[in-house]
T-cell receptor, first 113, second 115 residues
Framework: DQQVKQNSPSLSVQEGRISILNCDYT??????FLWYKKYPAEGPTFLIS?????DKNEDGRFTVFLNKSAKHLSLHIVPSQPGDSAVYFC????????????FGKGTKLTVNP | EPEVTQTPSHQVTQMGQEVILRCVPI?????FYWYRQILGQKVEFLVS????????KSEIFDDQFSVERPDGSNFTLKIRSTKLEDSAMYFC?????????????FGPGTRLTVL
């Protein structure tokens, strides 16, 4: 069951450059999307979310873009910092229905100084 | 900043034993959840809880699992007879509003090891 897919298991970028993490989903009922960051031995930490009525949401260095027709979302981090190195999870839920979050497998981001 | 807390951080148990994992959700939150992550796999939903009853559960959440809010602050997950395949990180989460429209905040997790 791969309703939420993160096809890149890892990504490496230089400090100061842009990091782009991608996520695809198959369930057209999903209408609320979140990105979480996770360090080893810690729980997922909420970063940013977007509702399907929007196509962009920005919070400081983090911007999430949603392309509903392509069932694709991306997280942009600009500029990337070494402290951003972590595993990033995309998650989705269906409004008015299930309360559960469906997670992708995660992308491990490494920001090199 | 309010946060979800979980105890213990690591629990080791023998197969067939009962374990109780504990969580203290964020104080003004009304919706509570348990998720788990088996090593190398995705974070998976187990159960959601609202107004003192289960609102949704996954196929994983079979009869050996139960949840309870024994008082105004704690939220527990009980596994009655643990199996080797229950070894995983268990995450508690909470949200102020329904998780389908609101952000779920996660605790640091309990690593359960079943021997």
């Amino acid at each position: 069951d791969q309703q939420v897919k993160q096809n890149s298991p890892s990504l490496s970028v230089q400090e100061g450059r842009i990091s782009i993490l991608n996520c695809d989903y198959t369930n057209s009922m999903f209408d609320y999307f979140l990105w979480y960051k996770k360090y080893p031995a810690e729980g997922p930490t909420f970063l940013i979310s977007i509702s399907s009525i929007k196509d962009k949401n920005e919070d400081g260095r983090f911007t999430v873009f949603l392309n509903k027709s392509a069932k694709h979302l991306s997280l942009h981090i600009v500029p990337s910092q070494p402290g951003d190195s972590a595993v990033y999870f995309c998650a989705a839920s269906a409004q008015g229905g299930s309360e559960k979050l469906v997670f992708g497998k995660g992308t491990k981001l490494t920001v090199n100084p | 900043e309010p946060e979800v807390t979980q105890t213990p951080s690591h629990q080791v148990t023998q197969m067939g034993q009962e374990v109780i994992l504990r969580c203290v959700p964020i104080s003004n939150h009304l919706y509570f959840y348990w998720y788990r992550q088996i090593l190398g796999q995705k974070v998976e939903f187990l159960v959601s809880f609202y107004n003192n009853e289960i609102s949704e559960k996954s196929e994983i959440f079979d009869d050996q699992f139960s949840v309870e809010r024994p008082d105004g602050s704690n939220f527990t997950l009980k596994i009655r007879s643990t199996k080797l395949e229950d070894s995983a990180m268990y995450f508690c989460a909470s949200s102020e509003l329904s998780g389908s429209t609101d952000t779920q905040y996660f605790g640091p997790g309990t690593r359960l090891t079943v021997l």
